[in-house]
């Protein structure tokens, strides 16, 4: 059973601060790596995507994939009320529903910010 | 507007009736995907198809049925439903490039569905 594993929070950061999202997975041969923020009955919507090792910037957001340790993480600077949410981490699955797989999601972790 | 649309977006119905929910993509996606939503258990793959009359079942397909007759719709069908789905539905689809990375996933806005 691939995973994806997430901790469910909620991750309470004061306004202004950097709030640290952390994702594993279990699938050594995926290869694709994606955040989504959801906002409470609202539909995910992608944020971040990241291949490579390494981080990937992208205004107050950044990713960072470590794939021998099979981990991504997600960084948001200056985190504001607006950012509260839940994160999803997605990974793509390569053994199950053809050569692009399909997406396994980790459950989400919920992030409060703090005026 | 590069669009996943769903239909009805909210819908409140009784034990054994069949429905249909409506699931539309105007960026010619190989890929669609039906995921339901529960609090607690995340986001649980339904059924998927890779292309037109492709389909295969996710993790939680039981109650369901799906058809991939148009590359853009890929319609759920719940031919009796009970309370136990009772969910918020999402429709999904992205482009397939084989041998080459997944590309963005893209979400329908939702569909609440109440089972009474």
């Known amino acids: 059973q691939k995973e994806v594993e997430q901790n469910s929070g909620p991750l309470s950061v004061p306004e202004g601060a950097i709030a640290s999202l952390n994702c594993t997975y279990s699938?050594?041969?995926?290869?694709?790596f994606f955040w989504y923020r959801q906002y409470s009955g609202k539909s995910p919507e992608l944020i971040m995507f990241i291949y490579s090792n390494g981080d990937k910037e992208d205004g107050r957001f950044t990713a960072q994939l470590n794939k021998a340790s099979q981990y991504v993480s997600l960084l948001i600077r200056d985190s504001q009320p607006s950012d509260s949410a839940t994160y999803l981490c997605?990974?793509?699955?390569?053994?199950?529903?053809?050569?692009?797989?399909?997406?396994?999601f980790g459950k989400g972790t919920k992030l409060s910010v703090k005026p | 507007e590069a669009q996943v649309t769903q239909n009805p977006r909210y819908l409140i119905t009784v034990t054994g009736k069949k429905l249909t929910v409506t699931c539309s993509q105007n960026?010619?996606?190989?890929?669609m995907s039906w995921y339901r939503q529960d609090p607690g258990l995340g986001l649980r793959q339904i059924y998927y198809s890779m292309n037109v009359e492709v389909t295969d079942k996710g993790d939680v397909p039981e109650g369901y049925k799906v058809s991939r007759k148009e590359k853009r719709n890929f319609p759920l069908i719940l031919e009796s439903p009970s309370p136990n789905q009772t969910s918020l539905y999402f429709c999904a689809s992205r482009h397939l490039l084989a041998g080459g990375p997944s590309y963005e996933q893209y979400f329908g806005p939702g569909t609440r569905l109440t089972v009474t």
């Open positions: 699938d050594r041969g995926s290869q694709s």
């Open positions: 960026m010619n996606h190989e890929y």
């Open positions: 997605a990974v793509n699955d390569p053994n199950y529903g053809g050569s692009q797989g399909n997406l396994i």
